[in-house]
């Protein structure tokens, strides 16, 4: 048993739940909280040296932040308290390996640690996507990008199923995982809106040479999916673009996307936004703009993508 307990603050998805189920296992942490990387950047969650961080941005006086994007090191230097690992495939990976691989985690399963390394670098096929099953669907049911929280009516909160899964996911086999009541109450809905989600984004997408783009503002309800479905009805497509409502009255949200199975655009997304008011990744990225503003937004936009190809 560890001398020293920490808080453990990770994020609300699959990667979060196996890097607390490490922890668990290692017997390090006596609480969890779920945050986004802008809740750290913004300082909406204090920090102490009784906390540690995994796959969120580094924050000075936390005790320990673990992280897989090796960007961090360019955004804030080295620290003594910061452990990148640039070629792990999630921040699970990188607290495994940090604490001591197999001899530190005997019981904790390769299938696990492979699981949660191809949903957080979205190494998934057409058919991973269409048709998922074992850890990749339980990836996308935990994921909260698929939108069963808007669904809404289960047994118990996202977050404390979250919690429950940090236990069961550190020696149940996935068969058995599946078969917990809270886990196909989630998966029986994911099931039953898939059908109507793809009849859902075939109606509201059009597609400009090998961008394809949605817009859900006038859909309700928005059907449940994982959030690649959009790249498999489009296979031809190697970037989406996503427009939905903003927060505030008057807003629009641009999500924008490179493809996981055609991976031979040439934009660099976060850098293009940037030009817009927003940001991101050369993968990903996001902007909010006027809704008067919209359509020459999105013009300029969808000539950008395709003139880069």
Known sequence: MAENKYRLITRADFDGVVCGALFNELEMIDDIVFAEPNDMQQGRVPVSDKDISTNLPFVEGIHLCLDHHASEIERVGEHDNLVIDGDAPSAARV??????????FPKISDDLLNAVDQADSAQYTEEDILAPDNWT??????DPRTGLDAVGGFNISHNAFLYDLMTYCRHNPIDEILGLPDVQERVNVYLYQKEFAELQLVRSSHVHGKLVVTDLRDEDPIFACNRFLIYALNPECNVSMHISKGAEAGFVRIAIGKSILDK????????MLLEFGGGGHASAGGCRVKEADLGDVKAKLIERISADG
């Open 137 to 142: 669907l339980l990836n996308f049911i935990v």
């Open 264 to 271: 031979s655009s040439k934009t660099n997304i976060g850098s």
């Open 95 to 104: 607290v495994y390996r940090h604490f001591g691989g197999k001899e530190k």
